[in-house]
Nanobody, 125 residues
């Protein structure tokens, strides 16, 4: 059974930090690129970050550059998103996704083969 399970979300004050994890099962991470996406109420799902299967390529949405860091540990079948200096506009459900084909447009939802169920991140004072 292929599964992606996100965790680490919660309620945090502006300026705080969270570390999201995505644990995968049913397939190997070795040849999959991984993306993090988020969806706020009333908004379309948008790309947040991406990491290539070989760890040599990363991308970030402009609003999170310098604040978020994506990483992966294939031995643990886990992808991470470290989120620092969180802002209220970061509030959303965060999803991880796996791409076996390595599409050039990382932010295109249609290229991903598997999706997790999401974890809620709320940034509020």
């Amino acid at each position: 059974q292929v599964q992606l399970v996100e965790s680490g979300g919660g309620l945090v004050q502006p300026g705080g930090s969270l570390r999201l994890s995505c644990v995968v099962s049913g397939f190997s991470l070795d040849y999959y690129s991984m993306g993090w996406f988020r969806q706020a109420p009333g908004k379309e799902r948008e790309g947040v970050s991406y990491i290539g299967s070989s760890n040599d390529i990363t991308y970030y949405e402009d609003s999170v550059k310098g604040r978020f860091t994506i990483s992966r540990d294939n031995a643990k079948n886990t992808v991470y998103l470290q989120m620092n200096n969180l802002k209220p506009e970061d509030t959303a459900v965060y999803y991880c996704a796996a791409d076996a084909w390595g599409g050039s447009d990382w932010y295109d939802l249609s290229i991903y083969d598997y999706w997790g169920q999401g974890t809620q991140v709320t940034v509020s004072s």
